[in-house]
């Protein structure tokens, strides 16, 4: 060996060991449970040296437009007029600037205008029909979000309201003879198969508060974020939850790191979720401590009393800047919460760390 492939194979060497150290940055996306394909798609985006706020809207685009799942962008389920209203966030770590819409018609894609909104415009936030006509006027076209699907649950839940007297004006009336809901449903909805009305009765009496946020941060040290969201299901029109308030449902520092939430997002802006998740990195706490930090928060908020909280559940996601990573739900159980992770090959899904072992 010449002196000059020793010194090639020692610099090879020293970078090699550069990368494999504790704490190098590296590619890494985190994401809610739903975000396994978000995930995937914004590690190839990383992977080929993009942004990784381009990675991370890529891939919650899948869900958003999506019309399987009913809790983001094209398939939400609407609120209580039947009309769909998305909300979104996005944080771009390298610039440090963010975007954010809320009480969004008619658009698909929230993050993407999210993202145009910190781009083009002098603001933070756009909310209702000044966010659409921002959307349309950088070239966005109005869609019909409603899909038969959500659109049927959203008739049942209007014919499983009923007043004081159990009496629903969507009801059959007073004359009719008395029935069983699975029977009833089958006649009120006679072409939907068995699984199909059993899910639009679950998510008509137990409204559902879905969400996708996702985390990246690349080998140069880089990090952003995005959460979106058809908010809870049946809400009045116009309520707003945590998803598009930054500090709430995204927060991003690079110099620190990353979170983000779904779940109950009223409980979440009571404790500025993301935000404090990020300042107990700041503090020293590991990604797991920090999230549980933050929803022993939101437990005080109600005293530590199971009962209120077994109301709601909330999860955490929280990605360190040396790639440390963690999520974090408020109740465990036979099924807990679990998030996705991408860090190399295929997406995989996590056991969140819980707060609560079981509901009362």
């Known amino acids: 060996m010449n002196r000059r492939q020793w010194m090639m194979g020692s610099l090879l060497g020293a970078a090699a060991r550069a990368a494999a150290a504790p704490g190098a940055p590296k590619n890494i996306v985190i994401a809610s449970a739903n975000g396994t394909r978000a995930c995937a798609r914004a590690r190839e985006i990383l992977d080929a040296g993009g942004d990784t706020l381009d990675a991370v809207i890529a891939g919650v685009n899948i869900n958003e437009e999506d019309p399987e799942d009913s809790s983001v962008g094209y398939g939400g389920l609407p609120n209580e007029e039947g009309v769909v209203e998305l909300d979104a966030s996005v944080m771009h770590g390298p610039t440090r600037r963010a975007g954010a819409v809320a009480a969004l018609r008619n658009i698909k894609t929230p993050s993407k205008v999210a993202r145009l909104v910190m781009e083009q415009t002098d603001h933070l936030m756009l909310v ?72 639009a009765w679950e998510v008509a009496v137990r409204p559902p508060s879905g969400t996708i946020n996702c985390l990246a941060l690349n080998t140069k040290g880089e990090m952003s974020g995005v959460t979106s969201t058809s908010g809870l299901a049946w809400k009045i029109p116009g309520r707003v939850g945590d998803s598009p308030i930054l500090g709430a449902g995204l927060w991003v520092d690079q110099d620190v790191g990353a979170a983000g939430s779904t779940g109950r997002g009223e409980e979440n802006i009571r404790v500025a979720g993301a935000h404090t998740i990020v300042e107990n990195l700041r503090q020293g706490m590991g990604p797991r401590e920090a999230c549980l930090d933050a929803l022993k928060r939101v437990a005080r908020n109600f005293s530590n009393d199971q009962s209120k909280l077994a109301q709601f559940d909330l999860s955490f996601y929280a990605l360190r800047k040396d790639g440390a990573y963690a999520g974090a739900s408020l109740w465990g159980g036979p099924r807990p919460r679990r998030f996705a992770v991408n860090d190399g090959g295929e997406s995989r899904l996590e056991p969140c760390v819980t707060l609560f072992d079981q509901r009362p």
Request: proline fraction near 4%; glycine fraction near 10%; charged fraction near 30%.
């Open 128 to 199: 209702g029909e000044g966010a659409l006509r921002f959307a349309k006027a950088i070239g966005f076209q109005e869609e019909n979000l409603l899909t038969e699907k959500s659109r049927l649950a959203w008739l049942v839940w209007k014919k499983s309201l009923k007043d004081g007297r159990g009496h629903s004006n969507w009801g059959e009336g007073l004359a009719s003879p008395a029935k069983k809901p699975a029977a009833w449903l089958r006649e009120q909805f006679p072409k939907a198969d068995e699984a199909l009305l059993a899910w």
